[in-house]
C-alpha cells in the first residue's frame, strides 16, 4: 500500500558487543548497491558508502549510547533507506560536546569504562573494535570526502544522536543481486531497510529463526543461516551450540568436519 513501509530485511544483532557490531556492518552492506572501479587495467568493486565509516559509525554508537534505566528497551538502530542510512542511538551528546564542537578531535564518553574494554577487546576483523582518541567523527568526515560524497550529517536532540550517510545518486551504481531495480523505483519512505538492535531488548528470538529455516529446508549449515538471517558465521554458531545444548537442533557430522549441518533432532 502506498505509504506504506516495505521492509526488504530486518535484522537483530545481540552477543558480545565486538560480534554485534560486525553483525551491524555486515547486514547494512549487504542492502547497500557496489560500484565497479576502474583502477589501470583492473577492476574492483566496492559499496557505495565507506564500510569503515558505517563502521566507525555503529562502534559510536554502541559505546556513546545512554544505559540508563530511562533507557531500557531502546536499541541502537542502522536504517537503510534508497537515499540515506541513518545510524541512531539512545541519548544525546555528553559533557560538553555539542554539533559545533564535535569534530575538534577530543572524547567526551558518558561510558569511560566501557570505553577502555572496548578499546582492548579484539574485534572479529583485524584491529581493536573501537579507538578512542577522539577521531571516529573526523574519520567519518575523511572518509566520505574520499569516495566524493557528501559530509555526513549529525543530528541531535535530548534524547537521541544519529549520524545521517547520504547515498550516491542510483543512476551512478551497479545493482547488487539483494536489491532489484524494481525496490528502486517509486517514492517509498523505504524501499530498502535493515533494522539492527544493539543493547536493547531483543524483539525477535535469533534461535527461533534458524529453527524456522530449518524447519522449512532441512539441514543447514552455520554459514547458511548466517547468509540469510544477516549475522555472522561466528554468530551462528554460537546460536547453534545453545540450540544442540537445549536439545532443539542436531548436527549431522564432527565439530571438525566441512560437511557438518544441523537438522530437527
Request: proline share 6%.
Amino acid at each position: 500500500m502506498p505509504g506504506m513501509l516495505r521492509f526488504l530485511d530486518r535484522v537483530l544483532c545481540d552477543g558480545p558487543l565486538p560480534t554485534a557490531i560486525e553483525d551491524a556492518v555486515h547486514a547494512t552492506v549487504r542492502n547497500l548497491r557496489t560500484i565497479s572501479v576502474v583502477n589501470g587495467v583492473g577492476r574492483r568493486d566496492e559499496c557505495e558508502l565507506p564500510v569503515e565509516a558505517l563502521r566507525e559509525a555503529i562502534a559510536n554508537a554502541v559505546v556513546h549510547r545512554e544505559y540508563h534505566p530511562y533507557f531500557t528497551g531502546q536499541s541502537v538502530s542502522v536504517d537503510v533507506f534508497s537515499d540515506r542510512v541513518v545510524v541512531r542511538n539512545p541519548g544525546g551528546l555528553w559533557s560538553g560536546k555539542t554539533l559545533e564542537n564535535i569534530a575538534d578531535g577530543t572524547s567526551r564518553c558518558r561510558n569511560a569504562i566501557l570505553m577502555q574494554l572496548m578499546e582492548s577487546v579484539p574485534a572479529p576483523v583485524a584491529g581493536p573494535t573501537i579507538k578512542g582518541q577522539g577521531s571516529g567523527v573526523e574519520l567519518m568526515i575523511r572518509l566520505m570526502r574520499e569516495r566524493g560524497l557528501p559530509e555526513p550529517e549529525f543530528r541531535v536532540s535530548a534524547n537521541q544522536f544519529a549520524v545521517v550517510f547520504h547515498r550516491p545518486a542510483k543512476a551512478d551504481w551497479r545493482l547488487t543481486s539483494r536489491v532489484r531495480q524494481d525496490d528502486l523505483a517509486g517514492d517509498d519512505p523505504i524501499v530498502s531497510a535493515s533494522f539492527v538492535g544493539i543493547g536493547g531488548k531483543p524483539g525477535v528470538s535469533r534461535e527461533v529463526a534458524f529453527l524456522s529455516i530449518i524447519t522449512r529446508q532441512g539441514a543447514c549449515s552455520a554459514r547458511e543461516l548466517a547468509e540469510q538471517t544477516g549475522v555472522s558465521v561466528e554468530t551462528a554458531r554460537r546460536t547453534l551450540r545453545s540450540l544442540v545444548k537445549q536439545g532443539k537442533v542436531a548436527p549431522t557430522d564432527t565439530t571438525n568436519s566441512r560437511n557438518r549441518r544441523y537438522r530437527l533432532p
